[in-house]
């Protein structure tokens, strides 16, 4: 008797198939690591119904033979609304790694968001390609070394900084608990470095946390003064999810903020980033450019946010779901799919740039009875 064939590999046709392949394909560890958020989830699971509790108001007629979806971040021209969110060790989806990130972003006429807590040197993952990248970093403990990481991009060719605001301190990521998972190596960081997070360690909580014992709790506004005058690279603040913090950007010169909660993986029980955008860029006003992340999937989130404010959106989980469906291919094929989503979304609704896209697009989505 001979075995049956496995079944085909399902074609995916949105961003939620990807998910469901790169759980097959993953290491169940790693796939969790992507995945996985703070203590109980609750952030996590609600901000899908925050995006479905925001309704479209589609307007008729509006003579538009086409959507043009480019738009420009901090001066520079992108050809989606859309761009890829700095996240940690994308070999654990691809052996290129962020390589194959920054082939696909090219590809896509997008910014590429790298992290220090790459699997791929910064200036190898820089001169792969010549779209455009921004270097997210931290404020370590050893001023020294945030300095370095800065001189290091600006070496290299980045265009922006990100500042990863909300990280100073472990989380409890209970998954990454239960599977007893160890962080992979960090490439941009050197042994001394590496020893220094080891002593700096919580316990429990700093499992598979790639920097939070370089980080350092005591890091204050005035930082943001200190680094404008050591580098004259554009300061992208990513983590602000109140008014206040979004005033006190602006009162501080920072140049673009991202809405974030890191994917609901920090801090549980916050409330969704969609939810808070419309505070937040009230707040940051003309000073500051505003872009969020999180729990972006479907091509009406990204034309919702910015009708709530955003220049752009990043996302970050989905990147890891792109390329372990096929690499850079797999990366583009998803990217390919959330952009004829918006643009089937700008369409329908009667917005053919993205310029036009305004609040007069959104309501609050009434409850059923």
Not at 43 to 66: F, Q, V
Not at 117 to 125: C, K, M, Q
């Amino acid at each position: 008797m001979t075995e049956s064939a496995p079944p085909p590999m399902m074609e995916p046709i949105n961003l939620f198939d990807f998910e469901k392949l790169a759980e097959q394909a993953m290491a169940p560890a790693e796939f969790d690591y992507v995945a996985g958020a703070a203590t109980d989830e609750l952030t996590l699971r609600r901000t899908r119904s925050a995006y479905e509790h925001i309704a479209l108001r589609p307007r008729i007629l509006a003579g538009n033979a086409s959507a043009d979806l480019s738009t420009t971040v901090l001066g520079q021209r992108i050809e989606v609304p859309f761009m890829l969110a700095p996240s940690g060790g994308h070999k654990r989806a691809h052996p290129d790694g962020e390589l194959a990130t920054a082939r696909a972003a090219e590809r896509m006429g997008t910014v590429m968001g790298l992290t220090a807590n790459s699997s791929v040197p910064l200036e190898d993952v820089a001169a792969e390609t010549g779209g455009p990248k921004w270097f997210q970093t931290y404020f370590y403990r050893d001023r020294e070394l945030t300095l370095e990481m800065v001189k290091r991009a600006e070496a290299a060719g980045f265009g922006a900084v990100i500042l990863t605001l909300d990280a100073h301190w472990p989380s409890k990521r209970e998954r990454n608990i239960r599977n007893k998972y160890k962080r992979r190596a960090r490439v941009n960081y050197t042994a001394e470095h590496e020893a220094q997070a080891e002593a700096n360690a919580r316990s429990m909580f700093d499992s598979g946390q790639a920097s939070r014992g370089l980080n350092d709790p005591a890091a204050s506004w005035a930082d943001i003064e200190w680094l404008k005058t050591a580098t004259d690279l554009p300061l992208v603040a990513k983590g602000i999810m109140t008014s206040e913090d979004a005033a006190l950007c602006a009162e501080h010169g920072v140049d673009g903020l991202i809405v974030s909660n890191h994917g609901a993986r920090n801090l549980d029980t916050t409330l969704a980033t969609i939810e808070v955008l419309p505070e937040v860029a009230a707040a940051a006003g003309e000073r500051v450019e505003v872009y969020l992340d999180g729990g972006i999937r479907r091509g009406t989130d990204v034309v919702k946010a910015i009708a709530l404010g955003a220049k752009g959106v990043f996302f970050g989980r989905p990147i890891f779901w792109g390329l372990s469906y096929g690499g850079s291919d797999g990366l583009v094929r998803l990217m390919e799919i959330l952009r004829d989503e918006v643009e089937s979304t700008m369409m329908l609704t009667g917005r053919g740039t993205i310029d036009s896209i305004d609040a007069s697009l959104v309501a609050p989505m009434p409850a059923l009875a």
